[in-house]
């Protein structure tokens, strides 16, 4: 049995990765989140049997706790296999603009801290699922604009979330190091520039261009990409 859960996945990525997934014969149960299920209607119109949906806002702790306990009830002793956290939040303004502590604080919260909160409240799930099948996976999802080489070359005003996406990038290593003992793995991913509402229309990429791709390589990771930070196509961007 193998059990994934998704963060976000009321719409855009998440509810890319999500369609993907149910429509995968290896993956027996997915868990998708959404911090209001009730209006997540495109989520529950998958209607699927291996859909489970439960409520998480990330950017509450009593929340992410309260979603442990109902994770540890759907998973039981076989664990979670694979953890995507992928809800995220991005503001566009310059850095002479309207920046705000308020603004900045918010995007580190869902962005970095968030992951760092479920990853450890679901730590127990993972590391079941690792005893055993021999491995557990969290896929970060993070952007090429967190990446400290690239800083010079986008031009976008969204200085606050690179810092963000950065931050998520080192938790990645850091997951990946200390949690290695245990074989419960981390990478992190850009899913390129999507047509979301994040990403906006003009994006070079559809929701199920991007998803597609990114769900089979999440599905195909292996000790060797235990750490790394990858496109689409599995190739290494640079940090």
């Not at 997915?30 to 949906?53: E, G, M, Q």
């Not at 990478?187 to 990114?214: I, N, R, Y």
Request: some cysteine; glycine content about 8%; overall charge neutral.
């Amino acid at each position: 049995m193998l059990t994934v859960l998704v963060t976000g996945a009321n719409r855009g990525i998440g509810l890319g990765l999500t369609r993907h997934l149910l429509a995968d014969p290896s993956v027996d149960i997915v868990i998708a989140t959404a911090r209001d299920v009730d209006s997540a209607k495109d989520l529950k119109a998958l209607n699927s049997s291996k859909l489970y949906i439960i409520e998480l806002n990330v950017a509450d702790e009593k929340s992410i706790d309260k979603a442990a306990i109902k994770v540890s009830e759907i998973v039981g002793e076989n664990g979670l296999d694979v953890l995507i956290n992928n809800a995220g939040i991005c503001y566009v303004e310059s850095l002479d603009g309207d920046v705000s502590k308020e603004k900045m604080t918010e995007q580190l919260d869902v962005n970095v801290v968030a992951p760092l909160l479920i990853s450890n409240r679901f730590f127990p799930f993972l590391k079941k699922a690792a005893a055993k099948n021999g491995s557990a996976q969290i896929a970060n999802i993070s952007s090429r604009i967190g990446s400290l080489t690239n800083a010079h070359s986008h031009k976008m005003p969204i200085t606050m979330y690179g810092i963000s996406k950065s931050a998520l990038n080192m938790l990645t290593r850091r997951l990946a190091t200390e949690w290695a003992g245990v074989h419960i793995r981390a990478t992190c991913f850009c899913p390129g520039w999507v047509k979301t509402d994040m990403g906006s229309q003009m994006a070079a990429l559809t929701v199920d261009e991007s998803t597609g791709p990114l769900t089979k390589l999440i599905r195909s990771l292996t000790e060797e990409h235990n750490g790394k930070f990858l496109n689409t196509s599995g190739e290494p961007i640079p940090w």
